[in-house]
């Protein structure tokens, strides 16, 4: 009986968490991070302040919480693009396609969403590293299997790793896709993608 108990009282907080989530998200996308508080989300969403305060200890954390999704979402389409039955150079073309069409539609295209994205950076959270991180473990299964099949030459995969997210960063870092999306003097992404690809097979 208090498993049961136990499952509704955490069904019940997880519904919580993810209404405030919900609602802290849409008020920053329309009103921005930096002009939205606490109380706008409590009075969203109907409730006291220190109702919200239950669940997350400030703005700050509520902010991190909605970065974590957004990270993970974006981790999950590189997972299911890793694992396609295609070639190793593909996968890692859809990869990097699929990033940057993620930053550009869901980072950029609306400038309050950059707002919470830069935020987020500047303040260098260990959810942003351990997100880099993830992806890197992925890229570099994608490259072990381009070695293994020939299609790459014989190289430190998670180094190679490295080095391609390194090489693609400003197609998938919201800031340096924001400065370089409308210069014409800039490698487009399908070339950058090309070059990098052929440095795996040298």
């Not at 921005?32 to 239950?54: C, F, H, Q, W």
């Not at 699929?98 to 609306?110: F, G, N, P, R």
């Not at 590293?129 to 998670?158: C, M, N, P, T, Y």
């Not at 390194?166 to 924001?178: E, I, K, W």
Request: some cysteine.
């Amino acid at each position: 009986m208090s498993e049961l108990a136990d499952t509704g009282v955490d069904a019940a907080r997880q519904e919580n968490v993810t209404r405030i989530l919900d609602s802290a998200e849409r008020l920053f996308r329309h009103y921005g991070y930096s002009k939205t508080n606490v109380a706008d989300i409590a009075r969203d969403l109907e409730m006291s302040p220190a109702n919200i305060y239950r669940f997350f200890a400030s703005k700050t954390e509520i902010h991190q919480a909605i970065c974590g999704r957004m990270l993970a979402a974006s981790y999950q389409q590189a997972y299911e693009i890793s694992h396609l039955p295609l070639s190793a150079s593909e996968r890692l073309r859809r990869y990097v396609h699929s990033q940057h069409k993620m930053t550009v539609e869901t980072m950029l295209d609306e400038q309050k969403v950059h707002e919470m994205v830069v935020v987020a950076i500047e303040r260098d959270w260990h959810v942003i590293e351990k997100h880099i991180d993830r992806l890197h473990e992925l890229v570099a299964d994608i490259i072990r299997d381009g070695i293994a099949s020939g299609e790459f030459a014989d190289q430190d995969a998670d180094a190679a790793a490295r080095c391609f997210g390194a090489s693609t960063v400003t197609l998938c870092h919201p800031q340096m896709v924001a400065q370089c999306l409308a210069k014409q003097n800039r490698a487009t992404p399908d070339e950058l993608i090309e070059y990098v690809i052929r440095a795996l097979k040298k």
